[in-house]
């Protein structure tokens, strides 16, 4: 190699490896992380309970929501809703209006307060977490694609509910997209309109009315 | 420079910049992403409106809270209230229970729904934002430290909320940390009684009831 040519390849490594160490510092870092957590199980077929789901994308509240009118004894009491999807899950459905392969929607409950502190009227929520909940899409393991799973606070895991429960036909009839309610999904409803995602038996029912 | 030396020295940047390029691949992605946002101002002293504050981390929701009964012919009206915190300013949080300079905390106002879709009772969020506020801490710029912001659609960006407004006043008054509202958020309180940041004047008005 002449000497000429070895300075030229010299230079071309040199200026390379300081492009190559300098992107990544350009690189703007992404708005959404990745959660970095897939559903994984224990022998006997629990979920193992994602523990912060609060970092996750919110998708929405409801407060008292039921097809039900309220049970009797409970009128002064309320509860809160809240809703998480993790991260990668909700940047695909972002793109496509579909809920990709292990998708984990939690439904965290909480006790509503009122009459707490400065507040007169309304409610708040409060620590008491009432009830957590877990709809997971795992194409390979579950027949209908998805299974609810409920969290056992003494084991720290969730107990798969089995498929023969309301819940299952009741998303099923009625769920905006693939089981999952986004007609109460405030910024997600939209998303699927546009890419034509509604499911058809929400449709049928919206077209009902 | 000897044949040998720059063989070597082309070899060295070669490994070099391989490396630089694959260092990045393998550094795990953190579980809360920065949001890279920081408060900037137009010439009028209007606040750039963060966009994505939705993929921010989520504080809490109430519903109809309010210091004063409802208004006369309100009665069938509800609001929502979603807080959201940019994620720099949660980390701090969790790690001292203070807010750090350039918090932005997110106050997004949705009407509410009942009686759509299968729900019979309750209320969902819809889409719906009836207003939008920004409680901003920028310590070199606003006497107080803080300022409120309101979000101004035709402009796309949130104009400054005076100081003589009663918002500043009640918020340094009945806040329980730093003029904000934390008694309301289930997840922090307990990280401030933790750390002992609560504020003097909400220890007051708890020990007075």
């Known amino acids: 190699m002449s000497p000429r040519l070895r300075i030229s390849l ?32 224990t022998a006997g077929g629990d979920l193992v309970a994602p523990k912060d789901y609060r970092e996750w994308i919110y998708v929405t509240t409801g407060m008292d929501m039921s097809y039900a009118p309220k049970a009797a004894g409970m009128e002064d009491h309320s509860m809160f809703d809240n809703v998480f999807v993790n991260p990668e899950a909700y940047r695909s459905f972002v793109a ?13 409950a909480r006790e509503a307060g009122s009459k707490g ?64 309610f986004v007609q109460f999904y405030p910024t997600l409803l939209p998303i699927t309109q546009k890419k034509g995602t509604l499911s058809q038996s929400y449709l049928k029912d919206e077209a009902a009315k």
């Open 96 to 108: 496509t209006g579909t809920w990709p392969d292990k998708t984990v929607m939690v439904l965290e």
């Open 117 to 180: 502190s400065i507040n007169k009227s309304g409610h708040f929520q409060t620590g008491g977490v009432m009830d957590l909940e877990f709809h997971v899409k795992d194409e390979s393991r579950f027949p209908g694609k998805w299974a609810f799973f409920s969290y056992d606070e003494a084991s720290g895991n969730a107990s798969l509910i089995p498929q023969k429960a309301s819940c299952y036909s009741c998303h099923a009839e009625h769920a905006a997209v693939d089981t999952t």
């Open 10 to 41: 010299a230079a071309v490594f040199l200026v390379a490896g300081i492009a190559a160490l300098l992107v990544p510092l350009r690189a703007p870092r992404p708005a959404i992380a990745a959660s970095g957590w897939t559903p994984t199980y």
